[in-house]
């Protein structure tokens, strides 16, 4: 036990050198920037200001939006996926995998999944280091040892798992220390020429402006790939994993399942008010439990209505029951039902009302 638990230690430890070796090259540029650059070599006392401004601007946003997703801890599942004690231990003690899942469907039925795994989508997704039934887009990290809610990777340069609770941090991260790279380098260019052709004078701020420049194209470059691909995740509202992997719904797998639109995509992620876009807040829609996803035609529910529409004879007990409803998905808005409602009372006749009422007696 002693020797684990040194080796966790240890580990932990050794994870927060990319942070500290990022907070070295911040605290190092803003010294170099600001000192060596703007108070020993600009001469022109306006050209000062403006620089210190808007780089000042930049840098409070950058440090606050990284420090966000640093210490914002991952989102975990509730209690309530977790299984009952009498069901944990009926399911430790089965060696069979279909009563396994016997057990697990049974407890599932009044949580919101949506999601499932296996062959054809069949079985329940649960965490046998955490033991707890997955919510939709939920994965465990090896890193951090626990589950996180939709999870998108494990990121060792904030030494934090990004997920639901600081995915937005994470994004604007990205976004201000590209601009912070991209006002360094543009400034520093000019006297960069200037140091390198000789028209300056060799002075102690020759070796940082030479290497300021270098550091902050350097950044630049790496961090802009990385942005934009997680620029393109938000508008697909898909995480890394699911980019790489798609989410298996009951119908099939399909990697847009999560995708309601290029708006609602970014609402998902930064919020409806655009005015707190920018600000390290937390205004990302949800809970990180469940989440709205687009009607798939194949599902087994509207199967089971077609089913109740082409046997109008059939009584709601013959209806078999689906597990997880769809209305249990508490983050459909209230908009789009008021509009499925419409196109149903316009639309169908009323044998076909009657079927609707039905299909809404099984369910419940």
């Not at 699911?242 to 290029?262: I, Y």
Request: one cysteine or more.
């Amino acid at each position: 036990m002693a020797p684990t638990h040194v080796l966790r230690c240890c580990q932990r430890t050794l994870a927060w050198i990319p942070v500290i070796f990022i907070a070295a090259v911040v605290c190092w540029s803003y010294y170099a920037y600001v000192v060596e650059l703007c108070l020993y070599t600009i001469i022109s006392i306006g050209e000062k200001i403006v620089y210190m401004i808007f780089f000042h601007l930049f840098f409070i946003m950058f440090v606050w939006s990284y420090w966000k997703t640093i210490y914002i801890q991952p989102a975990n599942p509730s209690k309530e996926f977790c299984l009952p004690k009498v069901e944990k231990e009926r399911y430790e003690k089965e060696e069979r995998p279909e009563n396994q899942q016997e057990i697990l469907w049974r407890a599932a039925t009044s949580l919101p999944l949506y999601t499932r795994t296996g062959a054809g989508g069949v079985s329940i997704r649960y965490c046998d280091r955490c033991q707890v039934i997955k919510p939709d887009r939920c994965h465990h990290c090896s890193a951090c040892d626990m589950c996180v809610l939709k999870m998108d990777h494990h990121c060792p340069w904030v030494n934090n798992c990004v997920g639901f609770s600081n995915y937005k941090f994470f994004i604007l991260f990205l976004a201000y220390s590209l601009l912070y790279c991209l006002f360094i380098a543009a400034t520093v260019l000019q006297y960069f020429i200037k140091f390198w052709t000789n028209e300056l004078k060799d002075t102690h701020a020759k070796f940082h402006v030479l290497f300021l420049f270098f550091v902050a194209a350097m950044f630049c470059i790496s961090i802009l790939s990385l942005f934009s691909y997680h620029l393109w995740l938000v508008g697909k509202n898909r995480s890394t994993i699911e980019a790489f992997r798609a989410p298996v719904f009951r119908a099939g797998s399909d990697k847009n399942g999560f995708s309601l639109g290029f708006r609602k995509n970014i609402a998902q992620v930064f919020g409806d008010q655009k005015k707190f876009w920018l600000l390290p807040v937390c205004t990302s829609q949800g809970d990180g439990l469940t989440f709205p996803t687009r009607l798939v035609s194949a599902d087994v529910e509207q199967q089971a209505t077609v089913t109740l529409q082409q046997e109008p004879s059939k009584s709601a007990a013959e209806v078999p029951e689906s597990p997880v409803s769809e209305s249990q998905n508490r983050l459909l808005s209230s908009e789009q039902n008021a509009n499925n409602v419409a196109e149903h009372q316009e639309t169908n006749t009323p044998a076909e009302s009657e079927t609707i009422t039905i299909s809404i007696e099984s369910e419940s």
